[in-house]
């Protein structure tokens, strides 16, 4: 019986090397950026600093911003991929409020230094428009990627704006997670609770969105 072929170990060694070699180049940057903030670092000081050419640093991030935001197309994957994976007659909106309370990144995972790494970067985006920029395009490119497949599985037209409205629903409860996430760390509130409470409001988003719009508010505009 032959056996099925394997990968070259001359393309593992470089591989791996390539990952190598991109984790240290962002390590070195996010050290750099802490240290003297986004703006006040250059891509040549980052190259000089991780021993490694400005264009070495370019062929691994297509920007200096995504020297931050890096492993933000492996979120789009994973949360395009919960969606379409999801169980036979679940509906996107629970697969897609699933994968929001996995659990998953330094808040919940915790640790030593989880803190200070999740308050270093809060403070270096709220102090540097250009990365907040960059991250208004990655929700944007986040929501147009989500709002494609739905429209695909719906078999939507192209002027149906239902999976359009659908995908800026959902992402706006991740923009709000994120958002409500900076602003408990940088308060100073304690992991573990931090955790509980962005949960308990991704809880509340989404049962919100499961039940509808049509009743929102009514109460409150009767006392008028």
Same mark, same amino acid.
């Not at 659990?103 to 640790?111: A, D, I, M, S, V």
């Not at 719906?154 to 995908?167: F, L, R």
């Not at 629903?169 to 940088?186: N, Y």
């Given at each position: 019986m032959t056996e099925a072929p394997t990968t070259p170990p001359e393309t593992g060694r470089r591989a791996r090397k390539k990952q190598q070699t991109m984790e240290r180049i962002a390590e070195t940057a996010r050290g750099l950026f802490l240290e003297h903030g986004f703006d006040g670092v250059t891509v040549a000081q980052i190259a000089a600093a991780a021993d490694v050419s400005e264009q070495t640093v370019f062929n691994h991030f297509r920007t200096k911003e995504d020297l931050v935001y890096r492993g933000l197309e492996v979120f789009e994957a994973q949360l395009l991929a919960a969606i379409r994976e999801r169980g036979a007659g679940e509906s996107a909106l629970a697969a897609f409020g699933r994968f929001l309370r996995g659990g998953r990144g330094l808040l919940h995972e915790g640790g030593a230094g989880a803190r200070e790494q999740l308050a270093g970067i809060a403070r270096l985006i709220a102090a540097s428009p250009a990365l907040q920029r960059r991250e208004?395009? @990655?929700?944007? +490119?986040?929501?147009?990627? $989500?709002? =494609?497949?739905?429209?695909?599985?719906?078999?939507?037209?192209? !002027?149906?704006?239902?999976?359009?409205?659908?995908?800026?629903?959902?992402?706006?409860?991740?923009?709000?997670? @994120?958002?409500? +996430?900076?602003?408990?760390? $940088?308060? =100073?509130?304690?992991?573990?609770?931090?955790?509980?409470?962005? !949960?308990?409001?991704a809880e509340r988003a989404i049962s919100l969105l499961e039940n509808g719009l049509g009743g929102y508010a009514a109460e409150a505009a009767r006392g008028r």
């Amino acid at each position: 019986m032959t056996e099925a072929p394997t990968t070259p170990p001359e393309t593992g060694r470089r591989a791996r090397k390539k990952q190598q070699t991109m984790e240290r180049i962002a390590e070195t940057a996010r050290g750099l950026f802490l240290e003297h903030g986004f703006d006040g670092v250059t891509v040549a000081q980052i190259a000089a600093a991780a021993d490694v050419s400005e264009q070495t640093v370019f062929n691994h991030f297509r920007t200096k911003e995504d020297l931050v935001y890096r492993g933000l197309e492996v979120f789009e994957a994973q949360l395009l991929a919960a969606i379409r994976e999801r169980g036979a007659g679940e509906s996107a909106l629970a697969a897609f409020g699933r994968f929001l309370r996995g659990g998953r990144g330094l808040l919940h995972e915790g640790g030593a230094g989880a803190r200070e790494q999740l308050a270093g970067i809060a403070r270096l985006i709220a102090a540097s428009p250009a990365l907040q920029r960059r991250e208004e395009q @990655v929700f944007v +490119t986040h929501t147009a990627a $989500l709002a =494609g497949l739905l429209a695909e599985e719906t078999s939507a037209g192209a !002027d149906d704006a239902v999976p359009w409205v659908a995908a800026n629903a959902m992402m706006g409860v991740h923009r709000m997670l @994120v958002a409500a +996430t900076r602003r408990g760390i $940088l308060q =100073g509130t304690d992991l573990q609770r931090l955790a509980q409470e962005v !949960d308990g409001q991704a809880e509340r988003a989404i049962s919100l969105l499961e039940n509808g719009l049509g009743g929102y508010a009514a109460e409150a505009a009767r006392g008028r």
